[in-house]
């Protein structure tokens, strides 16, 4: 994992713009670097690596609306509820809109992984489960600014999926066009996502220690993420 720069006591608070730059700094640590996914997204991967890692990543993406519905258990801003909830209706789906799981559903099917086997979690291995549930049990604990602040990693999500966009046609032509279509959905709703979470997180956080907090918490998000590549790829390995 790409080390973090260190960060120097601050004697005095970030102004916004800095904290903002201090923030994105942090996505030298995002699991676009992952071995695994440098791997994946060169074309270096098999077929049963890639059916793998949509098979795991699944128990995460199911697991984004139980994070928002905590988030949303804890906030006493109605503003924030109004807006917040537009997450879980995007990833469970609402009306006409079958919602991003269901799009990561037929992402497995692209790739050869029924819809029986996705929802049976057999595939899950136990470090991708211990991770997502560390990062759900902290949106239920934590203050809601802080488990909203652990979202920004958003920040870093639409290069990764323009990446595979780019990339995946080409190096995994067996992938049928259509089961893509959960990575062009989530390029918009990223940004849009990122402006409501990142304004919260800096209005929130402005003094020195809640800042550095901040610096903490996002850390820890993006390790969930690169520890459930460690264990895809492990689990691979095997």
Not at 50 to 70: E, T
């Amino acid at each position: 994992m790409h080390a973090a720069p260190l960060i120097e006591t601050q004697e005095a608070p970030w102004p916004r713009e800095e904290f903002e730059a201090q923030l994105r700094a942090l996505g030298s640590r995002y699991h676009i670097h992952h071995p695994f996914n440098v791997r994946m997204n060169s074309g270096r991967c098999s077929p049963d690596e890639i059916r793998s890692w949509v098979a795991n990543r699944f128990y995460y993406q199911i697991n984004i609306p139980l994070k928002d519905a905590a988030i949303l258990s804890n906030c006493d801003d109605r503003e924030t509820r109004r807006l917040w909830v537009q997450r879980i209706l995007d990833h469970d789906g609402h009306g006409d809109d079958a919602g991003g799981i269901e799009a990561w559903v037929r992402l497995g099917e692209a790739v050869g992984v029924s819809r029986e086997a996705l929802w049976s979690l057999t595939h899950v291995v136990p470090g991708v489960r211990f991770a997502v549930d560390a990062y759900v049990n902290f949106a239920r604990r934590a203050p809601w600014q802080e488990a909203v602040c652990s979202s920004l990693t958003e920040m870093f999500a639409p290069q990764i999926h323009k990446d595979r966009l780019a990339g995946w046609p080409e190096a995994y032509p067996w992938i049928a066009q259509e089961g893509l279509q959960y990575f062009r959905s989530r390029i918009p709703l990223a940004q849009r996502d990122v402006e409501h979470g990142l304004a919260v997180t800096l209005d929130y956080f402005t003094t020195p220690a809640a800042q550095r907090r901040a610096i903490e918490i996002l850390r820890f998000k993006l390790d969930v993420l690169w520890s459930m590549l460690d264990s895809i790829e492990r689990g691979c390995a095997t």
